[in-house]
């Protein structure tokens, strides 16, 4: 089953219904698939699994397939995966707006702004209390200048920005993300983003002193496509945790979103959970699941 959309006619398949059609030519205009990215996948592993479901459904080796605008390994939610004719519009959908559900711990930083590197500094967050955070949330509205986290794929000289960082973090075990937020001022040009909409979803205060717990990293026994995604555990830290709303133009970073907001409350913050709940028109209600869309390109 598919239904037609009105961002230029590319076919959608919808949850449930039969396989498609064996024939790419039937989808002249290719196909969109919204798929809820899979924690601690990457948005290449999917591409990867999609694409070979893809040629042995349609029977076409040189079939294109790519995804309108990466999410994090440890972000989940909306991703587009492109197939045939569509990739010509991916560039089109990942200028579309997002939303992003974004759980923001204070009272710490990791390098990478996010649990796949290891807390490095702590802050103090007893000051940190839901009304304090609503009323910071407004000061981020309209358009204003962002830095991008140096663990990102910001282009240097024709050089991804995570390869210089990957270097400096093996160079220098535990080096600061004071250290990294400097490097990030000195070699990334400042983007303009705008913050649409943002709002105060949740807030869980600090039920744990910090200098007691500290972070581990997570054990990863699955067979996933991402085993190799490092993450810490930040279950048992007890630090004050808001989860925050944020509609936003593209190429805002959320991770750099966190940055910032901790540093306004006179802390420390890095993201604690990501999903991206919308990408233009698609939803996160209206999305596939992995399983569900190879089960549209089952052989």
């Avoid at 790419?24 to 591409?47: C, F, N």
């Avoid at 604690?272 to 996160?284: P, Y």
Wanted: hydrophobic share 40%; proline share 5%.
């Amino acid at each position: 089953m598919t239904q037609s959309m009105p961002f230029g006619g590319a076919f959608v398949p919808v949850s449930g219904g039969e396989p498609l059609s064996c024939n790419i030519e039937d989808y002249p205009l290719g196909i969109v698939l919204p798929i809820d990215k899979p924690y601690r996948w990457t948005s290449a592993d999917v591409i990867r699994k999609v694409k070979f479901a893809a040629i042995r459904h349609f029977h076409k080796k040189n079939l294109k397939v790519g995804h309108a605008g990466t999410l994090d390994p440890l972000a989940t939610g909306v991703l587009l995966v492109c197939i045939g004719n569509a990739t010509k519009q991916a560039q089109s959908f990942q200028d579309h707006d997002k939303e992003y559900l974004a759980g923001i711990m204070f009272g710490a930083t990791t390098p990478s702004y996010d649990r796949e590197k290891d807390i490095d500094r702590r802050f103090p967050y007893e000051h940190i209390s839901e009304e304090a955070v609503a009323e910071v949330l407004p000061s981020f509205l309209g358009t204003n200048e962002q830095i991008a986290p140096l663990f990102s794929a910001k282009s240097v000289d024709g050089v991804r920005a995570y390869e210089m960082a990957r270097r400096m973090y093996k160079q220098s075990a535990g080096t600061s993300s004071g250290d990294f937020d400097a490097a990030a001022l000195s070699i990334l040009q400042k983007s303009m983003i705008t913050i649409h909409t943002i709002s105060l979803e949740s807030f869980v205060p600090s039920t744990l002193p910090t200098d007691v717990v500290s972070p581990k990293t997570v054990e990863d026994t699955s067979s996933s496509a991402s085993s190799r995604i490092n993450v810490i555990d930040t279950s048992a830290l007890g630090l004050p945790v808001a989860t925050v709303r944020i509609a936003c133009s593209k190429g805002t970073y959320i991770r750099a979103f966190a940055r910032d907001i901790g540093e306004a409350l006179g802390s420390g913050a890095f993201l604690n959970s990501l999903c991206r709940t919308r990408t233009g028109e698609f939803s996160i209600e209206n999305s596939l699941s992995l399983d569900s869309a190879l089960r549209l390109l089952a052989d």
